[in-house]
């Protein structure tokens, strides 16, 4: 029992500590997604050179995108004229990091790696696409889009907004913070505070085992702070913190084989080795650094999370009830309450209704990347996606399966075909 209230003790704690950076960042992450047109991302990645590859990783540091959201958006600007190198670079800077998570890096493990982590991204993403210039030669077969095509479909209303910000991002990224809080808490509990400086003693060692358990692994950016909080704060070294937070969000096996099958081996290799080198090289780089630098024990109490006293402690529980709030208005309006393909009418449309499955769509992102890829196809009136049952319900007149299943599978998902 006491291992209970221990635990519910810890996970309300770095909920407390997230939840007042998180919401913040949940609105920086709507305004950017409202006021920062796609067309600029296509019109500054669109040469293979280094200049584009910088414009890449420094657009996709601030982006609130993980691995599973990032994937469909960086494929869609390459197949709508970004470069290969600049495409690898964003691909590689924006899952790292993002508004939202250097907001939340901050408030659980202090300024100097909340500073350190974009700094990274943005070096790793720039190399990535540097190398890939060099050793990858870009076909040129992009679609060059047309300015009708670039216009912007966002609509640019508060409303919209808000929505974004705290029911669309909030859906894709809420399961994993979930996840990420419940494990944060439970290695809390169970791993005895001096494990690491125990059991792991050389620093380089630390490093190589948390990155063979990150790679394959799918955590999110945001998600994976409160547990590289709470294993730094059982000895785990600050390097070996940093490569946990590099390549945990920027690779996993799925996005690994997506990235292989649309952009290529060559390029996936680039992605891979710069990810995997860059953590070791600054992970080794700040184990050198001052350690006072990275005590987060002077502001965080082992069990009440305090940073420092900045957030009143009214504001943090007001701020994880919205939160939780807001998370089960996410699911509502996931399971319960979204525009499922149902309510397209198809009382006198038996010829021009049909529904097919696409897997891999794990996000909103995802959804709105089917819907108006699909949408744009002269055969397509509408297209509605469900992220929970993989299903894709399109409308017109002599539909053309062969163009529907192209265009999905051009955006690394898997076409399987017409529900039956």
Known sequence: MNYLSQYFSELIGLTNEMAPYLLFGFLFAGILKVYFPKRLLIKYMGQSNALASLNASILGVPMPLCSCGVLPTGISLYRNGASRGSTNSFLISTPQTGVDSILVTYSMLGLP???????VALVTGFLGGVFTNLFVRDSGKNHVPTSAELEEETPRTLLYMLRYAFVDFLQDISKWLIIGLLLAALIAV???DDFFTEYVTNDFAGMLIILLASIPLYVCATASVPIAAVLLMKGLSPGAILVFLMAGPATNAASITVLGKTLGRKTTMIYLITIITGALIFGSFIN????????????????NHEHGGLIPYWLQIGSSIILVLLVINGY?????????????NTNDL????ITVKVSGMTCNHCKNNVETSLKKLNIVDDAVADIVTNLVALKGENIDLEKVKATVEELGYNYEGVLK
């Open 113 to 119: 790696f909340a500073v350190i982590r974009p700094v």
């Open 190 to 192: 169970i791993l005895p």
């Open 288 to 303: 050198v650094l001052p350690p006072s630098w990275f005590d987060i024990m002077s502001h965080h109490g082992h069990h």
């Open 332 to 344: 509502l309006q996931k399971y319960f309450f979204k525009k499922s393909i149902n309510t397209m």
């Open 350 to 353: 038996t010829n021009n209704f």
